[in-house]
């Protein structure tokens, strides 16, 4: 995907705060935070949304829950966090790779707005 700007963000062409990177995902700070720690963890395979995940690409999706849970630990989150995805427009969702938000370090009111 040429044109994507998560993947941009992965082969180096957009500069990007990193967090985390290994063969699977990349994790790098949010450029427009929402609470004091704000990362968003991608995948390096381009999936668009939630709905395209499927039996054959679901492995990158628990490999990327298994490092949001060594982020918390490492990054000391322990008065809890949030994994927010967002899916289509409606939902929030403005760049079409897929995306988890890890977000920490103020309240969160649940019911989410
Ligand atoms: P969403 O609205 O759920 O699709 O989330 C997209 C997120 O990407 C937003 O929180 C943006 O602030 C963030 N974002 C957009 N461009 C960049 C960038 N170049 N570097 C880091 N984060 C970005
Ligand atoms: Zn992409």
Redesign the pocket.
């Known amino acids: 995907m040429n044109d994507c700007?998560f993947c941009k963000?992965i082969k180096g062409d957009?500069p990007?705060d990193k967090v985390y990177e290994d063969e699977l995902c990349y994790a790098?700070k949010?450029?427009?935070p929402t609470a004091p720690t704000h990362i968003?963890v991608i995948p390096k395979e381009h999936i668009s949304k939630l709905d395209e995940v499927t039996p054959d690409n679901s492995a990158v999706i628990a490999h990327i829950y298994e490092v949001i849970a060594k982020l918390a630990k490492e990054l000391d989150l322990k008065d809890g966090f949030r994994v927010v995805t967002?899916c289509g427009e409606s939902a929030?969702?403005?760049?079409f790779h897929i995306?988890f938000?890890l977000l920490a370090g103020r309240p969160f009111a649940w019911p989410a707005g």
């Open positions: 700007l963000i957009i990007s790098f949010d450029i427009a968003l967002n929030g969702q403005s760049v995306h938000h």
